[in-house]
């Protein structure tokens, strides 16, 4: 059996346009930016809270067994890490497609091309933030103020963005007297 023609081999790849166009729809990116700055502070937060809440039980029951209890101090780092990766991954999985920060900043991220966030891409979108701001310091965050998006470098290399929720989007839409 040969063939004559030429032979298609690999992957093929569609390619999707940007859903979401500051041009077109601003609505969608005003005040993003402060807005997601308060629900990182509120996601952080409740991250924060049952890790300071084990510690202060570890802590106790070290006391309580002599020292002996303090050895699960070596297990509450990587709990926390895995805690807040299981937080990121199941709140941007959810229908929202956004933290509970983020919800109530009326905020919510989607992928470059509108599709709503799954717990993989929040779980990376999390690790990939950590470790962007952990080894490139804070400043890097200042990217959001030289792109139209006001996408951060972790959005830009996970692929999603952040834009005000249907609601906050339809209310500034309007005519500041009908608000």
Known sequence: MTDSGPRKIG?????????YDPIVNPELFE????????AFLIDVTIITVPVLF??????IFGLLTLGLGWTLFGLLSPAAVLWGIAY??????SPASATIGM???????RTWYGAPAYFVLGAVHAI???LTVSFLTPFILL????NHRRRLLHDILVGTTVINNNKRAQALHQPPWNR
Do not use: N, Q
């Open 31 to 38: 005040g993003v930016l402060a807005r997601r700055c308060i």
């Open 103 to 109: 919800r109530i900043m009326d905020i919510e991220m």
């Open 54 to 59: 084990a510690a202060i039980f570890i802590f």
């Open 128 to 130: 990939v933030f950590w």
């Open 143 to 146: 990217i959001a103020f030289f």
């Open 11 to 19: 992957v093929s790849i569609e390619l999707k346009p940007h859903a």
């Open 88 to 93: 990121y991954g199941f709140t941007f999985g």
